[in-house]
């Protein structure tokens, strides 16, 4: 099973049919059907395909990226299974400084935002072309990178090619930005050109570590054969 993406893109919206045709270059797509949920243009669950992480596991009290408390995944042996949202460690170090960001291809906060909610993004070319974002205090930098893949129990190695306090970053492949609104740009203001970050990515829970497919769900319906108790 693979996640298909609207038009290529983690942000956007296209019908079914047209990602099937898409995605059915050799022939051996068989059926497709409505996968993750979504609002406006913007994906609410978690998204993996052939191991790669398009986009993050959503966090708890995000207003602008849903809490999705379930995810279906499928796993290197081709064995499914359904379980809690997994949480997930991102992190970028400079010299000896470590930060966390919270999401990755993920609605930004605005950039004056007064809280810090949804205020730290790692954005990749599977978002969109661009990062979407504003110019109202918030910080980007661009990082150069060999491969932009990310997977569980990776790293990344980027040199800051574009520092940009304007919003809206180009997205292409070999780039990715972090963006951070005024109240999380600190640490991002530190950094200047041709200066070198890591990124670390990692599943806390080992269980997904093996993952090649999944996206996110609403509720369990039915567990352990009993009917589970619904707040709506």
């Known amino acids: 099973m693979r996640a298909a993406l609207p038009n ?17 270059e050799d022939d051996t797509v068989i059926a497709a059907i409505n996968g993750g949920y979504f609002s406006g243009s913007t994906v609410h669950g978690l998204m993996i395909t052939d191991g790669e ?11 602008l990226n849903p809490w999705e408390a379930v995810a279906l995944a499928v796993d ?15 992190t970028y170090t400079i010299g000896e400084e470590t930060v966390a960001f919270q999401h990755i291809n993920r609605v930004r906060a605005a950039g004056n935002a007064d809280n810090l909610v949804d205020s730290f993004v790692l954005y990749t070319d599977w978002y969109a072309a661009s990062t979407g974002t504003d110019n109202t205090g918030g910080l980007e930098v661009s990082l150069q990178v060999e491969d ?23 997205l292409e492949p070999g780039v990715v930005v972090l963006s951070a609104t005024a109240l999380a ?9 041709g200066d070198t970050v890591q990124l670390d990515f990692a599943f806390e829970d080992a269980r997904w570590a093996d993952v090649t497919f999944a996206i996110g769900g609403g509720r369990i319906l039915v567990k352990d054969g009993e009917i589970q108790q619904l707040p709506d």
Not at 56 to 63: A, D, E, K, L, R
Not at 76 to 90: G, I, V
Not at 185 to 193: C, F, R
């Open 8 to 24: 290529g893109h983690v942000k956007g919206t296209q019908k079914v049919i047209d990602m099937a045709k898409a995605a059915d």
């Open 53 to 63: 992480l398009y986009n993050s596991p959503p966090v708890t009290n995000s207003p």
């Open 76 to 90: 290197k042996n081709n064995q499914p299974f359904m379980d809690d949202t997994p949480a997930f460690s991102a």
């Open 148 to 170: 932009d893949t990310i997977r569980h129990g990776t790293s990344m190695t980027g040199k800051v090619v574009a520092i940009n306090p304007e919003g809206n970053s180009p």
């Open 185 to 193: 740009k600190a640490p991002l203001e530190k950094l200047k050109l």
